[in-house]
């Protein structure tokens, strides 16, 4: 009964997420059956608990079926912290070792994986508050430092600082305080050549 409470709260949690950084949301109902990002994190956090619970084989069939519904892949055993929200979510694809702090926002396209067939830790680790935009590729075991923000198309090897915004590929540290309530605005992102 105390899981089913839990699960109903993060539910909730989630779709208060979506209102506050999707302005296309109109209505719960539109949410909960229209939002790839919010099916693939609720069949997530049921494969990250059986994979937890060391019965790999089910929680691989929940996460390909998953990636089958939402077009969305998030290997079981990735570690995802509070208010995530994935808009638009096709082809986002978060590896195996990835860790994901609260308050992070991915959008459609973008990768956290590995580089090779290393073992042990060989993906990804976002802190909080942290905005990817479309398409970035975030490689490795790096970390991306808090409040930072990762432009569209980016290709993330190496890590990020805390309160940085890198564009471009290979992805170039920018220093940049141009946010409005804690959003990346993609069209104004300065060039780090010029």
């Given at each position: 009964?105390?899981?089913?409470?839990?699960a109903i709260g993060q539910i909730k949690e989630d779709i208060a997420t979506i209102?506050?950084?999707?302005?296309?949301?109109?209505?719960?109902?539109?949410?909960?059956?229209?939002?790839?990002?919010?099916?693939?994190?609720?069949?997530?956090?049921?494969?990250?608990?059986?994979?937890?619970?060391?019965?790999?084989?089910?929680?691989?069939?929940?996460?390909?079926?998953?990636?089958?519904?939402t077009g969305i892949e998030i290997h079981p055993n990735a570690r995802i912290g509070?208010?995530?929200?994935?808009?638009?979510?096709?082809g986002v694809v978060i590896g195996e070792t990835t860790i994901i702090g609260d308050?992070?926002?991915?959008?459609?396209?973008?990768?956290?994986?590995?580089?090779?067939?290393?073992?042990?830790?060989?993906?990804?680790?976002?802190?909080?508050?942290?905005?990817?935009?479309?398409?970035?590729?975030?490689?490795?075991?790096?970390?991306?430092?808090?409040?930072?923000?990762?432009?569209?198309?980016?290709?993330?090897?190496?890590?990020?600082?805390?309160?940085?915004?890198?564009?471009?590929?290979?992805?170039?540290?920018?220093?940049?305080?141009?946010?409005?309530?804690?959003?990346?605005?993609?069209?104004?992102?300065?060039?780090?050549?010029?």
């Amino acid at each position: 009964m105390r899981l089913i409470k839990k699960a109903i709260g993060q539910i909730k949690e989630d779709i208060a997420t979506i209102y506050e950084k999707d302005p296309a949301a109109k209505s719960i109902l539109e949410v909960l059956f229209c939002y790839p990002g919010l099916h693939a994190l609720i069949l997530h956090r049921i494969a990250h608990k059986l994979n937890y619970w060391h019965l790999y084989f089910i929680a691989r069939c929940i996460s390909n079926f998953s990636r089958f519904l939402t077009g969305i892949e998030i290997h079981p055993n990735a570690r995802i912290g509070r208010r995530f929200f994935i808009d638009h979510g096709m082809g986002v694809v978060i590896g195996e070792t990835t860790i994901i702090g609260d308050d992070v926002l991915l959008y459609q396209g973008v990768t956290l994986g590995g580089t090779g067939k290393e073992h042990g830790k060989r993906h990804p680790t976002l802190a909080n508050n942290i905005v990817v935009g479309s398409g970035a590729k975030i490689l490795g075991n790096i970390e991306i430092g808090s409040n930072s923000r990762i432009g569209a198309g980016s290709v993330v090897i190496d890590s990020v600082p805390e309160n940085s915004t890198v564009v471009g590929v290979p992805a170039r540290i920018v220093r940049q305080k141009l946010l409005i309530e804690g959003q990346l605005l993609h069209n104004r992102i300065p060039d780090p050549v010029s």
